[in-house]
C-alpha cells in the first residue's frame, strides 16, 4: 500500500518524538545529534514549535553526555561528529551560539587525539574522511590573516590530515573501488567532496590539487557497474568541473550521466532499501544537490520519495509500536528518510 509524503512525514516524526529521548546514542549518524538535525529542519519547513522544543531538549542530553567523559572521539558516534553538528546547526541558524566557545573542550579531545596518531584508516565513520570533514567544519569561516593560536593549530592538523589522506591514497588506492551495492560512505566521492570543500579554504591549494589529480586517475578509469553508484560519482564529479573549470572532469560526467537509466537505478533498491547509508534516502540527498539545475535529477528524485512511499516499512512500524534504536538515526534509520524527503512534496 502506498501513503502519503505527509503521512510517512508524521509517522516518521511521531516515532522519534516518542523514542528519542531514551537513546544511548548521542552521536551524529545513529543517534540524537543527527535526530536533532532532522527536526530543526523540520520545525523550519513546518513552523511547528513542538519540534524545535524537542531538539533543543535532545542537544541538552547530548551536552550532559558529552561532559560526563566517557564518549569516543570519532565522527560517527563520537565527539567529532558532535563537534560538526553543532557547528552545523549554528552555520544553519537553529540555535545561536559562538561556536568556539561551545566545544571548546570537544575540540581539545579531538586535536590532541589527532596530533597524536600515527595512522587511520581512510572511512567515514571512524578515520580519516570523518575527521577531515569536522576538520573542515571548524575551519570554515576563519579569517585566516587574523587568527587565533586554536585557529593555527586547527589549519595545522588540516594540512597534517590531508597529507596522510595523500599517503593512504598512494599506499592503498585498492580502496576506492566501486561497492557491491550503493553506498554513501564509499570513500572516493567523498574524498573528492571534503578535498574540493577544503580547496576553497585556499591554504593548500598545490597540494591539494594533486591529490585530486592523481584520484581522478582512479575515477576516470572506472565505470561504475551499479547505475546507482554512476550517479554518485557523477554527481560529485560535476561538482568538481564547476569548482576548477576542467573540461575533463564534465566530460567524464557527462558520460555517466549518459548512461543513467532510471528504471534500472530504482530497481537496484528493493523492498526496504530505503536508508540514507545504502538506500533511495542517500540516491535522494545527492539528487537534490544536482536537482538544482537538472530538471531529470529531480525527477529521478521524485520517482525515489515515491518508492519509500510504498515501503512495507511503514506498515511494519504500525504493527510493531516500538522500533529498534539503531533505526532512529540520520544515517541508517528513519530521521535521515524524513530528512531526505523534506520538499519532495511541494509543487
Not at 11 to 39: A, F
Not at 124 to 140: N, T
Not at 299 to 315: D, E, N, T, V, Y
Request: charged share 25%.
Amino acid at each position: 500500500m502506498s501513503l502519503d509524503f505527509k503521512l510517512v512525514q508524521s509517522v516518521i516524526t511521531d516515532v522519534i518524538l516518542e523514542q528519542s529521548p531514551c537513546m544511548d546514542n548521542p552521536g551524529l549518524l545513529h543517534g540524537k545529534m543527527g535526530i536533532s538535525i532532522y527536526l530543526f529542519h523540520l520545525y523550519k519547513k513546518t513552523g511547528k514549535i513542538l519540534y524545535r522544543d524537542h531538539a533543543e531538549l535532545l542537544i541538552d542530553t547530548i551536552w550532559e553526555k558529552a561532559e560526563d567523559n566517557v564518549l569516543p572521539l570519532d565522527f560517527e558516534s563520537g565527539l567529532a561528529g558532535i563537534a560538526w553538528g553543532i557547528k552545523y546547526l549554528v552555520k544553519n541558524r537553529f540555535i545561536e551560539a559562538e561556536t568556539d566557545d561551545i566545544i571548546y573542550e570537544l575540540d581539545d579531545k579531538v586535536f590532541k587525539f589527532l596530533a597524536d596518531r600515527k595512522e587511520l584508516p581512510i572511512d567515514l565513520h571512524e578515520g580519516l574522511l570523518g575527521y577531515g570533514f569536522y576538520l573542515l567544519s571548524r575551519l570554515q569561516d576563519k579569517e585566516f590573516e587574523n587568527m587565533t593560536n586554536r585557529d593555527f593549530m586547527l589549519k595545522r592538523l588540516a594540512i597534517d590530515h590531508i597529507n596522510q589522506i595523500y599517503n593512504t591514497m598512494e599506499r592503498k588506492n585498492d580502496l576506492f573501488k566501486e561497492p557491491v551495492g550503493f553506498r554513501i560512505d564509499w570513500p572516493l566521492p567523498l574524498l573528492f567532496v571534503l578535498l574540493v570543500e577544503f580547496r576553497k579554504l585556499r591554504f593548500y591549494d598545490r597540494k591539494i590539487d594533486i591529490t585530486l589529480e592523481r584520484l581522478s586517475k582512479i575515477a576516470f578509469s572506472i565505470f561504475p557497474l551499479n547505475t546507482s553508484n554512476r550517479l554518485y560519482l557523477s554527481i560529485v564529479m560535476m561538482m568538481i568541473a564547476k569548482e576548477m573549470d576542467c573540461a575533463q572532469w564534465e566530460q567524464h560526467a557527462v558520460l555517466l550521466q549518459n548512461h543513467i537509466n532510471e528504471r534500472q537505478l530504482l530497481s537496484e533498491f528493493p523492498g526496504k532499501s530505503i536508508w540514507v547509508s545504502n538506500g533511495l534516502g542517500g540516491i535522494i540527498l545527492y539528487l537534490k544537490q544536482a536537482g538544482k539545475t537538472n530538471k531529470k535529477s529531480k525527477m529521478i528524485s521524485c520517482k525515489a520519495g515515491h518508492r519509500i512511499l510504498q515501503s512495507s516499512l511503514w506498515q511494519d512500524i504500525s504493527s510493531e509500536g516500538k522500533f529498534h534504536p539503531k533505526r532512529l538515526g540520520l544515517y541508517e534509520g528513519i530521521a535521515g528518510v524524513g530528512y531526505s524527503m523534506l520538499g519532495l512534496a511541494d509543487p
